[in-house]
């Protein structure tokens, strides 16, 4: 075995070295100069004042910036518009729930595909006030990744063309599963669970196209309903008459 301090890690250094900029007093030698580092940032606190609440640098280089929640809009548009900035590309709409009472963040990670650049926007909603503009206008493909935040957290957007759930079903009772309130198992028991689940009728699983010709609903075995084996007819050994025929030299 090669010893840390073998051929194998000649010329990589022992320790990591100090930045030139470490140890100004007032700020972590980490953070130094990393907001400089970024155009975006600097541009956002300089135009939004106070509605950039601040910022933070995480694995290493992600930049991290907190807004107002009533002013997301207005922010996003300027990041998307702005011929500096020109984030023409939302990769992500999500949210992130930390528990404990503490407020929700809803999260939108940008990139700038002419300018090679990303950042990440959050903002932070109380729990009893989960809302938030919708970013649909600016970006089409936030319909469905604002409608899965609304379906698994419960944050609803404002002036969203369609929110509605998009994972669980319409008349899903038991909350939003990506809660840190959520129970493991549900709110409900298995029992009960499983008699709504029997009890909802196929328009609240399927879409109006399913219910075509010739297209037949999920079948769902006996073994999961906790019931007992019905035999099925094969439509391969069963005549027109529902007769069966065992054997194949008798077809004539």
């Given at each position: 075995m090669t010893s840390?301090?073998?051929?194998?890690?000649?010329?990589v250094p022992s320790e990591a070295e100090p930045s030139p900029e470490a140890g100004k007093a007032g700020t972590p030698a980490s953070l130094e100069g990393l907001d400089k580092a970024h155009p975006s940032v600097v541009e956002l606190?300089?135009?939004f004042d106070e509605a950039v609440l601040r910022?933070?640098?995480v694995a290493g280089d992600?930049?991290?910036v907190f807004v107002e929640p009533d002013r997301v809009f207005e922010i996003l548009q300027w990041l998307k518009e702005d011929p500096d900035q020109l984030y023409n590309y939302l990769s992500d709409v999500t949210a992130v729930d930390y528990g404990s009472g503490r407020p929700l963040q809803v999260?939108?990670?940008?990139?700038?595909?002419?300018?090679?650049?990303t950042?990440?926007?959050?903002?932070?909603?109380?729990?009893?006030?989960?809302?938030?503009?919708?970013?649909?206008?600016?970006?089409a493909n936030a319909n469905w990744l604002e409608r899965e935040v609304y379906d698994l957290f419960g944050i609803h957007f404002r002036n969203h063309p369609d929110l509605r759930r998009i994972l669980m079903p319409e008349v899903?009772?038991?909350?939003?599963p990506l809660r840190k309130d959520f129970p493991l198992r549900g709110r409900f028991s298995r029992a009960e669970q499983t008699r709504r689940a029997l009890a909802q009728a196929p328009e609240d699983y399927y879409i109006p196209s399913d219910f075509g010709a010739g297209r037949d609903f999920q079948r769902?075995?006996?073994?999961?309903?906790g019931g007992e084996p019905v035999p099925v007819e094969d439509p391969m050994t069963t005549d027109s008459t529902g007769a069966s025929d065992d054997h194949e030299d008798e077809r004539a």
């Open positions: 840390e301090g073998g051929a194998g890690y000649a010329g606190q300089g135009r910022h933070e640098v992600e930049h991290v999260v939108y990670q940008l990139y700038s595909i002419p300018l090679r650049r950042l990440r926007v959050k903002a932070e909603l109380p729990l009893d006030e989960l809302e938030v503009d919708s970013v649909v206008p600016l970006w899903y009772a038991e909350g939003h769902v075995g006996w073994q999961e309903m």
